[in-house]
């Protein structure tokens, strides 16, 4: 499972847990992007619970979107 939520105008929480397949990585990376447009100077809290490795689809839906993770990166 991977949750995004809005907490606040610049903060975004983020729980992990369990195994992600390609189908869940893109859902919760394209919430992800989704939940910061507008974030400047953003705080992200991160609650990870029991999270396996991803599976290799997951990792290469993941590579396939580092252009727009690393744009992410930069609000936090």
Known sequence: MFKVIANGP??????????LNSEQMRTALDELISKTEGIEHGRMLYRIDDFDLPTLGAIGVELSRLPKLFKLIRKF
């Open 10 to 19: 610049n903060r975004v929480d983020i729980e992990l847990s369990g195994k």
